[in-house]
């Protein structure tokens, strides 16, 4: 194993030279060495180590039991598209391909739809909607379909204005950034979403219906996330408690 050096985050070092330790396991010979072992071979101290194998923890790729070790998960690193460890799609896009775009179209001053009312009730209020598309090597992959509150904005975005995430949208034009999300699974049919997808309007979409709350914990937005069933795949790595 090679040696570290001061060029970036020491613990970032050791978890990127980890990764390709576990990328070449195969099963029943999955065991990482020690973390004293890890410490020696790396040239740096356990603490660094033990920050490295706490990414590694948090990422689903590693499982440690008590009284024999710790074992690595590499099944796990063949999986794509992981919402439970990124939750921003460009980004989990941009990973896998070499030309992931993003485009948005605004509406200001507009009515909730049924979801909007569902969830923040039968107000009189205005609404920013905003669809957005993301496109990965010529494919289609997402549409998503938003509504905001006016009340919680602090600028209107232009109409065709591009944020390639939530989280930077919400820096330039909410009075709070968006902090987190709760998702829930759906079947749904959209006729945008499929006109977009170029698909029959009776084509049933995997959705994800999105709560989005911000810094402060206020619900500031509502909206539904269609994948296309063919060109998008989501993966998530849930683990058994001992």
């Not at 990124?86 to 485009?103: H, I, P, W």
């Not at 509150?149 to 995430?165: D, G, M, W």
């Not at 919400?170 to 950034?177: D, Q, T």
Request: with cysteine; proline share 5%; charged share 25%.
């Amino acid at each position: 194993m090679n040696k570290l050096i001061k060029e970036r985050s020491l613990a970032r070092q050791a978890y990127d030279q980890l990764i390709e330790m576990i990328r070449s396991m195969k099963p029943g010979q999955n065991r990482l060495p020690s973390e004293d072992e890890l410490s020696k071979s790396m040239g740096i101290s356990r603490a660094t180590v033990r920050e490295a194998l706490k990414s590694l923890m948090l990422d689903k790729l590693i499982t440690t039991v008590h009284g024999r070790g710790t074992f690595a998960h590499p099944s796990v690193l063949q999986l794509n598209e992981r919402i439970d460890r990124r939750s921003d799609f460009f980004k989990m896009l941009n990973e896998q391909y070499a030309n992931t775009s993003v485009d948005i179209q605004w509406k200001n001053h507009v009515p909730g739809n049924a979801l909007c009312k569902a969830v923040f009730g039968e107000q009189e209020e205005d609404f920013l909607e905003s669809f957005w598309s993301y496109i990965a090597d010529d494919r289609k992959m997402l549409f998503c379909h938003f509504y905001f509150p006016q009340t919680y904005l602090k600028k209107i975005p232009a109409e065709r204005e591009i944020f390639v995430s939530l989280p930077k949208y919400s820096e330039a034009c909410m009075k709070e950034p968006i902090v987190y999300c709760s998702m829930k699974p759906r079947i749904r049919y959209s006729q945008s979403a499929a006109e977009y997808f170029s698909l029959p309007a009776v084509t049933p979409l995997q959705c994800w219906e999105e709560k989005i709350y911000d810094i402060e914990d206020r619900l500031v937005g509502v909206g539904e996330v269609f994948m296309h069933p063919e060109n998008m795949e989501v993966s998530v790595v849930t683990k058994f408690e001992f």
